[in-house]
């Protein structure tokens, strides 16, 4: 996932003849969905791009050259702020939405955008099953807090309503084997485990960051209960090391205190720049796959990574990474210190991010578009 403010993507010429339809849950923020949604769009030379919500001013620059068609228009005053404020209404908005005639409907989903309803084959590329239903725990958090009991009362009709809808796609795609584990816990079906890609430009400018020390850990993450930055917070500071935290609110920067350098969301020139100053990226989020640590890894950089989720796909121990078996802040901060001594073959850590390039994930996404054509 990247904070950055904007992606410049490597569009590679669409070469595709089929008519394919692509559908995200919303485009209100620049999370790690949304740059593999933008990636999709861009090289599978999608014909329609639908959602819940778009604000172009909050995520990615290049979905304005998308044709971008957002059917939540009715409750946008909140939809656009957080659409999870909206999670008991959502699968209306997206049962409503009129969706072309398509060879195949792509849906990027986290929990909403496969309840399109089509007659199309239709292919679901799952960043994870719906949190808000399988892990409330980690979901109500923070804003949405006071959901919580209407989602009590609504949960079953919710789950039947997620249950049907995964029944009419044709193939579930999974972003990481942690989620294929939960697709098949959740749902009994198999998922195809494709990786999402490293879009950053590893060549591109970089612009310093004022404040920033010598040394210093890096974490990228959008404020949210489950990514653990208080945990990184308290272990950096026991390492006595700086710890800098991209994520927030665009233009929230904030002194350093107590060790803490908050910067809120950066320019991508500087996203580049932190990720190859760091000493390592600090991941502690149960991550549904975690695109941070490949992105560092494509810039040389190794991560101290909690051992589980998405991140056993992509850290390789002692090679690009160190794991912590736990969230408690004594671990992180001996991961930290291991990350710190340890003399890291940076060339090796780049290697490793070469398993995760945008042109081997089209070409998997692209045999299951054909699959799917296939098979309706």
Known sequence: MS??????????????????????????QTGGAERVALSLALNLGVDRFYTSFYRPEATFGDFRSIEVTAYGRA???????????????????FEGISIGDHDVVLCSSSGWS???????????????????????????????RFAYPAYCGMRGVLERWDRRAVATASILVANSSAVARRIERVYRREAVVVHPPVTVDVQGEMTPVLGVNDSFMLVVARPRGYKHVQVAAAAAKAAGVQLVVVGGSTGSRSASLGGVLALGRVDESELRWLYRQARALVALAHEDFG???IEAHAFGTPVVALRAGGYLDTVIEGVNGVFVDSLSS?????????????RWDRAAIRRSADRFTESSF???????????SSIG
């Open 3 to 28: 904070i950055a403010r904007d992606l410049p993507h490597r569009k590679s010429e669409p070469t595709r003849t089929k008519s394919i339809g692509l559908v995200h849950d919303y485009l209100t």
């Open 75 to 93: 409750l946008d005053i909140v939809g656009r702020r957080d659409p999870r404020l909206l999670f008991p209404v959502l699968p209306r908005v």
């Open 114 to 144: 496969h309840g399109i309803v089509t007659t199309c084959p239709k292919v679901v590329y799952f960043h994870t099953p719906a949190r808000w239903l399988y892990e409330p725990e980690d979901y109500f958090k923070g804003p949405t």
């Open 291 to 293: 695109l941070t640590p």
């Open 330 to 342: 004594p671990d992180v901060s001996e991961g930290i210190r291991t990350a710190m001594v340890r």
């Open 362 to 372: 089209m070409a998997r996404i692209g045999q299951i578009i054909d699959e799917a």
